[in-house]
């Protein structure tokens, strides 16, 4: 029964559903509800602190639920993603309709797409990975993976880390450096790795190229079965997934930097390292991501698993408040460089 608290996440495809088949402010209930409602509902319930004993936590590392619900939500973003290309081209829909909708599929994109491919790309079996690939690809963020596991695990909080925002850095600049500075570490990390292995960058195996080309075919296959318009939504709810993951990780590593000793080399990553949130809804509705210090102190431990721990800091209120705080940086920088300085 615990795991089933994790089919919250149902409520962002219904709300998705409202877009879709309703006009006017209708269209934007996926944003207002996640934006809007959850951080202020958020603020009636206390943070949850527990964790699993060791005798729990071994039950429900067995437990084979968590990751069904997990691939419950494969065939959820598929289906919208094919629904999204048919309604986004229905004739007389308004503008304000039509970006309504675009960022109701964005917010899936963000969400499931990424958000799920990410936690699939970290299992350590070849199919959990390849559907997380499969999602990636329905946002166009396939170059997450090689990046994420590769360079942001190992340089996270230091500046040689792309997803790490520095202090005082605007987050909408953070946008454009974490993205495109990412997408060239990962083809960085995968020459690296085929070299490592003897084998020349132009390889089969070198999963960058491989990726570049899905991402083509899937662009050719739109615009060759819909039309151009169709394309240049799909883009445009891509860019708001992407832009969401960015917001999710400037608030996880903002200003927050490991030490270096006298060789030059970073400490290990702690649970020092990661902003930390226990806030109920945000926890449930992103698969336990805001526990976000023991994810990177284990990468590989699975999201009903992660702990919260007294050393980790903490964010005032879940994701979604903290990445509306995040877009007005005079008042981001006043709370959150006040509570680096506490640290």
């Known amino acids: 029964m615990k795991a089933l608290k994790f089919l919250s996440i149902l409520i962002l495809p219904i709300t998705v559903y409202i877009s879709f088949t309703q006009k006017g402010w209708l269209t934007f209930l996926p944003i207002f509800t996640f934006f809007i409602i959850v951080p202020l509902v ?20 067995q437990n084979k639920l968590y990751t069904y619900i997990l691939y419950l939500t494969i065939p959820i973003q598929l289906g919208f993603l094919y629904w999204f290309f048919i309604i986004i081209q229905e004739p007389g829909l308004s503008t304000f309709d039509y970006i309504g909708k675009i960022f109701a599929m964005g917010l899936m994109c963000g969400v499931i797409g990424i958000n799920v491919g ?7 079996n070849r199919l959990d990975e390849f559907l997380g690939e499969l999602l990636l690809l329905t946002s166009l963020n ?14 996270v909080a230091t500046p040689n880390d792309a997803a790490t925002a520095r202090k005082n850095e605007i987050v ?20 690296k790795r085929l070299l490592n292995s003897g084998r020349n ?20 296959s739109i615009l060759f079965f819909f039309t151009i318009n169709v394309l240049i939504a799909f883009l445009a709810a891509c860019i708001v997934g992407i832009l969401l993951l960015e917001t999710v990780n400037y608030i996880e590593h903002y200003g927050l930097l490991r030490k270096r000793n006298e060789h030059g080399r970073y400490e290990r990553v702690k649970r020092t390292h990661s902003w930390n949130s226990d806030h109920v809804i945000g926890k449930l509705m992103l698969f336990n991501l805001s526990r976000h210090s023991d994810h990177h102190y284990n990468g590989s431990k699975h999201y009903q698993l992660l702990k919260t721990l007294p050393e980790s800091p903490q964010m005032p209120t879940g994701y979604p408040g903290m990445m509306l705080l995040a877009l007005f940086p005079p008042l981001w920088f006043k709370f959150m460089n006040k509570k680096l300085e506490d640290l």
């Open 42 to 61: 958020e603020f009636l319930f206390s943070p949850d602190k527990m964790n699993f004993s060791k005798e729990q936590e071994e039950i429900e590392k």
């Open 118 to 124: 990410h936690e699939l790309g970290h299992r350590n």
């Open 142 to 155: 396939t170059h997450f993976l090689p990046y994420h596991n590769a360079g942001h695990h190992f340089n």
């Open 172 to 191: 909408y600049f953070f946008w454009i450096r974490s993205h495109f500075q990412s997408y060239y570490q990962a083809w960085t990390e995968e020459n």
């Open 201 to 220: 960058w132009f390889h089969y195996q070198n999963r960058m190229i491989i990726y570049s080309i899905c991402n083509c075919i899937l662009l050719t």
